[in-house]
C-alpha cells in the first residue's frame, strides 16, 4: 500500500458568522499517526472533516498524497471511523465489517481474518445489539480497515466507551493500522491517549483552530498503557498539558 502525506495549505473555515478554523498550514508525515487535541469545540473535527472532503475549506487547500481528498475516497483509500460506530442493525458483525470494502468498491479481502484480530471470532454472525460497546467499536474500525485505505481518519473512537475498554482498544487497534501502513489522524480529548497512540501531537487553540504547539512523541518498544508509568510518557504530557493551558 502506497504511503500518503497529508498537506494542509492556509485552510479557514467558517460558519456563518462563526470563524471554527484560522488560517492552518500542517503537513502530516506518511505512515505515521498525528494526535489533534485542544479544547472542546475549538475546531479539532471541522479540520478532520476538511481533511475527510466531507467539508469545503472557505480558503486554503488540502492534498492527500498531492491530491484532493475526493480523489483517495473515489479510489477506496480514505477511510473514518466517528465516536458513533454507526453500524446497520440488520447486518452481522461480518456483513457490516465487509460493507467498509463495498463502499470502497474494492475486494472485501478476508473479513473473517481481520475479524479474528479485532479479537470478534465467537461474534462474526451477531447483530450490533447483541455487542458490547467496545465490541462495537472494533467492528467499526474493522470496518475502516478493511478497505486498507491509504488515509484513516478517527474522530473520538473511543469515546463512547467505559474506561476499561478505552484502555483496552488503545492497545489491541493501533496495531492493526500501524502494520497496515495508514496515514492516520486522530481526534481525542484525552492527552494520554494522544501521546501514548501517535508520533506526534498537535495542539490547537480555542475557536477558531489555531496551531499552538507541535510536539514529537519518540517513544519506543511497544505502545502499551504500562508506558504511562514511565518518566518519559509522564514528561510529553506534561508539555501537552502545558500548551493547552497556556492557550485556554
Not at 469515546?159 to 501502513?181: I, Y
Amino acid at each position: 500500500m502506497a504511503c500518503v502525506d497529508i498537506h494542509c495549505d492556509n485552510i479557514t473555515k467558517r460558519f456563518g458568522a462563526t470563524e471554527v478554523v484560522a488560517p492552518f498550514s500542517v503537513t502530516l508525515a506518511a505512515g505515521h499517526t498525528t494526535a489533534l487535541v485542544g479544547p472542546s469545540g475549538c475546531g479539532k473535527s471541522t479540520i478532520l472533516r476538511i481533511i475527510a472532503g466531507l467539508d469545503t475549506p472557505d480558503g486554503g487547500t488540502v492534498a492527500l498524497g498531492g491530491d484532493p481528498p475526493k480523489t483517495l475516497a473515489k479510489r477506496g483509500a480514505l477511510a473514518m471511523a466517528f465516536q458513533d460506530p454507526s453500524l446497520l442493525p440488520w447486518r452481522s458483525v461480518r456483513a457490516n465489517i465487509a460493507l467498509g470494502a463495498e463502499l470502497a468498491r474494492k475486494p472485501a479481502g478476508d473479513v473473517d481474518a481481520l475479524i479474528d484480530l479485532v479479537g470478534l471470532s465467537s461474534f462474526a454472525d451477531h447483530r450490533p445489539a447483541e455487542l458490547s460497546g467496545g465490541m462495537r467499536q472494533r467492528a467499526a474500525i474493522a470496518r475502516s480497515l478493511i478497505s486498507a485505505p491509504e488515509v484513516l481518519l478517527l474522530d473520538e473512537p473511543f469515546g463512547a466507551v467505559d474506561a476499561m475498554t478505552r484502555r483496552r482498544l488503545n492497545e489491541e487497534l493501533p496495531p492493526l493500522w500501524r502494520s497496515r501502513g495508514a496515514t492516520v489522524v486522530l481526534v481525542t480529548h484525552s492527552v494520554q491517549e494522544a501521546v501514548l497512540l501517535s508520533d506526534r501531537v498537535l495542539v490547537l487553540s480555542p475557536r477558531p483552530a489555531r496551531l499552538v504547539a507541535d510536539i514529537p512523541v519518540d517513544l519506543s518498544g511497544p505502545r502499551e498503557n504500562t508506558l504511562a508509568q514511565t518518566d518519559k510518557f509522564a514528561a510529553l504530557s506534561r508539555r501537552v498539558f502545558a500548551a493547552l493551558e497556556e492557550c485556554a
